[in-house]
T-cell receptor
């Protein structure tokens, strides 16, 4: 079993839809959870950063972490064509500068 | 804030030559930088962790003599691909940690070896 599993996709939705992206993990030591967005031929861009369990909202984006279920989610409201990209979940254990473990990424396409 | 600049964005080199990629943290000091490799439609694969002033820690299976990493200052890390071959063609990305917060990535370097 991989440490981090992410739905492989791809995912195609109409503009304005609510998008739900999910990852599960097996390492209970993970404490910090991130979502990155990556456009083609670009480096990943940090979207959301969450410590431990709970919800975090930033504009149209909401990140949820459920440590008891080892499950994290990213919700995108009112999706836009500009949201079309690859989304990667990432997580790490406690400790300064510990390495990130990534999901495989899911490619989202938002149709106008 | 937290900008990481990576250069060059793309490079083509001949087989057998070496290529250096630079990664700079522009507005913060990065004690730790990470180097990744990414193949098309795949996730990021960590190659090595670089700490300022000390030797890099390489992931299993990564040739340290082929992928030379130098982290001479708190704002600069370099990756040199030595004696490059076509199989080294890939997308290389660096990231830097700002006090352990969410890590910031560079824009990536597309290396093509011909």
């Amino acid at each position: 079993q991989k440490e981090v599993e992410q739905d492989p996709g791809p995912l195609s939705v109409p503009e304005g839809a609510i998008v739900s992206l999910n990852c599960t993990y097996s390492n209970s030591a993970f404490q910090y959870f991130m979502w990155y967005r990556q456009y083609s031929r670009k480096g990943p861009e940090l979207l959301m950063y969450t410590y431990s369990s709970g919800n975090k909202e930033d504009g149209r984006f909401t990140a949820q972490v459920d440590k008891s279920s080892k499950y994290i989610s990213l919700f995108i409201r009112d999706s836009q064509p500009s949201d079309s990209a690859t989304y990667l979940c990432a997580m790490r254990v406690a400790g300064a500068n510990s390495k990130l473990t990534f999901g495989k990424g899911i490619t989202l396409s938002v149709r106008p | 804030g937290a900008v990481v600049s990576q250069h060059p964005s793309w490079v083509i080199c001949k087989s057998g030559t070496s290529v250096k990629i630079e990664c700079r943290s522009l507005d913060f000091q990065a004690t730790t930088m990470f180097w990744y490799r990414q193949f098309p439609k795949q996730s990021l694969m960590l190659m090595a962790t670089s700490n300022e002033g000390s030797k890099a820690t390489y992931e299993q299976g990564v040739e340290k003599d082929k992928f030379l990493i130098n982290h001479a200052s708190l704002t600069l890390s370099t990756l040199t691909v030595t004696s490059a071959h076509p199989e080294d063609s890939s997308f290389y990305i660096c990231s830097a940690s700002r006090d352990g917060y969410g890590y910031t990535f560079g824009s990536g370097t597309r290396l093509t070896v011909v």
